[in-house]
């Protein structure tokens, strides 16, 4: 499977859980959108993903240039809408943000499509990125879904951890890929000095 720059590109996603995502005068989150653990510390996938807010879509994005695929594929990326609110006002991810990344086959023909690139039913994988800053130790983590109710932490040696660390625009996300969220971020000053040098440097 391609492995997709939204996040870590095991299959998909971003994920949280914790505390309230918003300011006390808004109230807390809705239990089913902050992160559910069982008792063995595997993350419960977000069944109501779908109706979070939608962020962005990618197309053939990958960490690396050198992978070579029979087929297109779509990335779709999510979040849950308190910690979506919290960003359009500060311009940065709270505790218990949730980030899903679904992967979709694309199909380039049908009846009336014969050159466009469109998404097919074929789900090809999930991921969450999510922030606990009270469980994990780099405030953020990944996890990989495959077709399963829960799922287990993906190691820190894994590829996504030190690209999100390195590449991001904010907060280990990949805002700049985001664009109702990016000039929201540069507006808060919000960008992190390493992706402000790593533009510049491309430019």
Request: proline fraction near 6%; aromatic fraction near 12%.
């Amino acid at each position: 499977m391609r492995k997709s720059l939204g996040f870590c590109g095991v299959g998909l996603a971003l994920l949280v859980l914790g505390v309230a995502l918003v300011p006390a005068d808004q109230g807390s989150p809705a239990p089913a959108n902050v992160p559910q653990y069982t008792a063995d510390g595997q993350l419960k996938f977000p069944e109501n993903y779908r109706e979070w807010v939608y962020l962005s879509s990618g197309l053939d994005m990958s960490y690396r240039n050198d992978m070579q695929m029979d087929h297109s594929m779509f990335d779709n990326v999510f979040v849950n809408p308190e910690a979506y609110k919290y960003f359009l006002a500060n311009g940065s991810w709270p505790d218990k943000t949730m980030l899903v990344l679904e992967a979709r086959k694309a199909e380039t023909k049908s009846a009336i499509n014969k050159a466009g690139k469109y998404q097919t039913t074929e789900l090809m994988g999930q991921e969450v990125h999510v922030k606990d800053e009270s469980r994990f130790p780099g405030k953020w983590a990944f996890f990989g879904f495959d077709g399963t109710p829960t799922a287990r932490m993906l190691p820190t040696e894994m590829e996504c951890y030190s690209c999100h660390a390195q590449h991001t625009a904010v907060d280990t996300t990949f805002v700049q890929f985001y664009p109702t969220l990016i000039e929201i971020a540069k507006k808060k000053g919000t960008l992190s000095p390493a992706y402000v040098k790593e533009e510049a440097a491309a430019k």
